[in-house]
């Protein structure tokens, strides 16, 4: 009898330490009474968006015309100049054309220097942009 | 464009030390090459883009478990949110004749469409009424429209906040403080706008803290910056019939500074008064808050609004204006707010974006009579002792 009764005490131990698993792995514990919503998404949609893959890569620097972009922010113009003297430094035939961005933030063909940009990228093999920010 | 060929440097964010610069180009010179000369990946060539839906509805749980769930997906500002049932949402698209699924705009950097369920969704997790929701849709249009540069400002290190102007009827309609306290916390059209603001272009746009958004302190004015001007108050034409609006006309006007002082003057004559705004030094772009007392004395000595502004035009140096050339009169505003008192307050951007003041008419609800009935009465009466 006595084994038996240390059986239920045991099973009913057990059960009484899961349940206060169960409840302390839960963080805000849900009372009986306690309202219920059904709440919708703040998340928007968004259509989806056309994309197309990298432009080709060059086969090495030397002889290639490289765009050095600097995108308005004041580190870039520092930056740009570094990347240029050690360019050069590598790859004596290689040839560096500048192009300072004209405003934080917006794609070069949306601004007055659409046409200057358009020729300026045409006119190189590949580009490094640096973001001064 | 995705996957495009990154990478990151030791290079301070703005750096101005050659020597900080010299050895962050060192250190990855060798991946610049590799950058551009090794051969395009599979992935690269043909890149995937992941498109992340949520469903309709997000959770169903209790208060406190839809605050956490909601906090955990960050769509949060650290604040207990309002849970957004149909229910409620259904309630605040009143305070709109357009349709539930109207795209107002769709909102950067993930080009989110701000509908007018989601707008109204975010809205009354920000416990806005629905008479708040003709401002806030006004002010979707106008922050986003390109003349904010809210492009730049939105995810800037700047931590730039939206500030927005309330002229015309709609300001006692819905409670809007022009008064005093008008930019602390206590009444819910103006906390609650401006927090809905802030929910939308995070949960729309999906500028997120430290990924998009880069603010480097960032700002208490993201909370909530709305103002309305004190048009009775004020001896002057407002805001908005200065800028070409009738005065029976509703509006916002947006602007995104991330300095907000305060001054008294030195001397409370007219010319002492417009010595200390000139002294604050209104770069462009900038709002100077001059409270009704004092443009009841500037009146009072035969000043205008427009000899207020040519005086401190006049005496601004072109050194201290962060966009080149002398600071122009469409680089400021004059706005009479505030209460009674000696303060007078400067909200200062920067200039030199591309960026202007934007306004934008605010639109009512052919039921807004109705509206304003059931929810004008949403004003603290205050204990007395």
Same mark, same amino acid.
């Given at each position: 009898?006595? #084994?038996?009764?240390?059986?239920?005490?045991?099973?009913?131990?057990?059960?009484?330490?899961?349940?206060?698993?169960?409840?302390?792995?839960?963080?805000?514990?849900?009372?009986?009474?306690?309202?219920?919503?059904?709440?919708?998404?703040?998340?928007?949609?968004?259509?989806?968006?056309?994309?197309?893959?990298?432009?080709?890569?060059?086969?090495?620097?030397?002889?290639?015309?490289?765009?050095?972009?600097?995108?308005?922010?004041?580190?870039?113009?520092?930056?740009?100049?570094?990347?240029?003297?050690?360019?050069?430094?590598?790859?004596?035939?290689?040839?560096?054309?500048?192009?300072?961005?004209?405003?934080?933030?917006?794609?070069?063909?949306?601004? +007055?220097?659409?046409?200057?940009? &358009?020729?300026?990228?045409?006119?190189?093999?590949?580009?490094?942009?640096?973001?001064?920010? | 464009?995705?996957?495009?060929?990154?990478?990151?440097?030791?290079?301070?964010?703005?750096?101005?030390?050659?020597?900080?610069?010299?050895?962050?180009?060192?250190?990855?010179?060798?991946?610049?090459?590799?950058?551009?000369?090794?051969?395009?990946?599979?992935?690269?060539?043909?890149?995937?883009?992941? &498109?992340?839906?949520?469903?309709?509805?997000?959770?169903?749980?209790?208060?406190?478990?839809?605050?956490?769930?909601?906090?955990?997906?960050?769509?949060?500002?650290?604040?207990?949110?309002?849970?957004?049932?149909?229910?409620?949402?259904?309630?605040?698209?009143?305070?709109?004749?357009?349709?539930?699924?109207?795209?107002?705009?769709?909102?950067?950097?993930?080009?989110?469409?701000?509908?007018?369920?989601?707008?109204?969704?975010?809205?009354?997790?920000?416990?806005?009424?629905?008479?708040?929701?003709?401002?806030?849709?006004?002010?979707?249009?106008?922050?986003?429209?390109?003349?904010?540069?809210?492009?730049?400002?939105?995810?800037?290190?700047?931590?730039?906040?939206?500030?927005?102007?309330?002229?015309?009827?709609?300001?006692?309609?819905?409670?809007?403080?022009?008064?005093?306290?008008?930019?602390?916390?206590?009444?819910?059209?103006?906390?609650?706008?401006?927090?809905?603001?802030?929910?939308?272009?995070?949960?729309?746009?999906?500028?997120?803290? !430290?990924?998009?958004?880069?603010?480097?302190?960032?700002?208490?004015?993201?909370?909530?910056?709305?103002?309305?001007?004190?048009?009775?108050?004020?001896?002057?034409?407002?805001?908005?019939?200065?800028?070409?609006?009738?005065?029976?006309?509703?509006?916002?006007?947006?602007?995104?500074?991330?300095?907000?002082?305060?001054?008294?003057?030195?001397?409370?004559?007219?010319? !002492?008064?417009?010595?200390?705004?000139?002294?604050?030094?209104?770069?462009?772009?900038? &709002?100077?808050?001059?409270?009704?007392?004092?443009?009841?004395?500037?009146?009072?000595?035969?000043?205008?609004?427009?000899?207020?502004?040519?005086?401190?035009?006049?005496?601004?140096?072109?050194?201290?204006?962060?966009?080149?050339?002398?600071?122009?009169?469409?680089?400021?505003?004059?706005?009479?707010?505030? !209460?009674?008192?000696?303060?007078?307050?400067?909200?200062?951007?920067?200039? !030199?974006?591309?960026?202007?003041?934007?306004?934008?008419?605010? #639109?009512?609800?052919?039921?807004?009579?109705?509206?304003? &009935?059931?929810?004008?009465?949403? +004003?603290?009466?205050?204990?007395?002792?």
């Amino acid at each position: 009898m006595s #084994r038996f009764i240390k059986l239920i005490a045991m099973t009913a131990i057990t059960i009484i330490a899961l349940s206060s698993i169960t409840y302390a792995s839960e963080r805000v514990a849900v009372q009986a009474d306690e309202p219920v919503y059904e709440v919708l998404s703040p998340w928007a949609g968004v259509d989806p968006i056309p994309v197309r893959g990298l432009s080709a890569r060059i086969d090495s620097i030397s002889g290639k015309k490289i765009g050095l972009f600097a995108n308005f922010k004041r580190a870039a113009r520092p930056i740009m100049a570094e990347v240029e003297k050690r360019l050069k430094e590598r790859f004596p035939d290689v040839e560096t054309f500048l192009f300072d961005s004209t405003l934080p933030n917006v794609t070069e063909t949306e601004t +007055v220097n659409k046409e200057k940009f &358009t020729a300026w990228a045409k006119g190189v093999d590949a580009v490094i942009a640096a973001v001064g920010d | 464009m995705p996957g495009v060929r990154a990478l990151g440097t030791t290079i301070l964010c703005e750096s101005t030390d050659a020597e900080n610069i010299s050895k962050g180009i060192d250190e990855v010179f060798d991946e610049i090459i590799a950058a551009l000369t090794r051969p395009l990946t599979d992935d690269e060539k043909n890149p995937k883009i992941n &498109t992340i839906t949520e469903p309709k509805i997000a959770f169903k749980g209790t208060y406190d478990q839809i605050n956490e769930f909601y906090y955990r997906k960050g769509w949060g500002d650290g604040l207990p949110l309002v849970p957004p049932t149909q229910a409620r949402v259904d309630e605040m698209m009143k305070g709109t004749d357009l349709a539930p699924d109207h795209v107002v705009v769709k909102i950067i950097p993930r080009m989110g469409k701000a509908t007018i369920e989601k707008i109204a969704i975010n809205a009354v997790m920000a416990g806005a009424l629905p008479t708040h929701m003709p401002v806030l849709i006004a002010a979707v249009e106008a922050v986003t429209d390109p003349g904010t540069r809210f492009d730049t400002f939105e995810v800037s290190t700047g931590s730039w906040a939206p500030l927005l102007i309330i002229n015309g009827p709609i300001r006692n309609d819905i409670h809007i403080n022009c008064s005093s306290g008008m930019m602390s916390p206590g009444n819910i059209a103006n906390s609650a706008i401006g927090r809905a603001l802030g929910l939308i272009v995070k949960n729309i746009g999906g500028a997120r803290k !430290g990924i998009e958004d880069m603010g480097t302190l960032g700002d208490p004015l993201k909370y909530s910056l709305v103002i309305g001007e004190n048009e009775e108050g004020s001896p002057w034409e407002p805001l908005h019939v200065e800028f070409g609006y009738k005065k029976a006309q509703s509006t916002v006007t947006v602007m995104f500074p991330n300095r907000y002082t305060q001054t008294i003057p030195a001397q409370t004559t007219a010319q !002492g008064v417009a010595e200390t705004l000139a002294g604050m030094n209104p770069i462009a772009l900038s &709002t100077l808050i001059v409270i009704p007392d004092h443009a009841k004395i500037f009146s009072k000595e035969g000043w205008s609004k427009e000899r207020v502004k040519e005086f401190i035009i006049q005496g601004a140096k072109e050194s201290n204006n962060l966009r080149p050339g002398r600071l122009k009169d469409e680089d400021f505003a004059i706005v009479v707010a505030g !209460g009674p008192g000696v303060w007078m307050g400067l909200l200062a951007s920067a200039g !030199g974006f591309g960026n202007s003041f934007i306004t934008r008419e605010i #639109r009512l609800p052919k039921n807004w009579d109705g509206l304003k &009935t059931k929810y004008g009465t949403m +004003v603290p009466v205050y204990l007395k002792y």
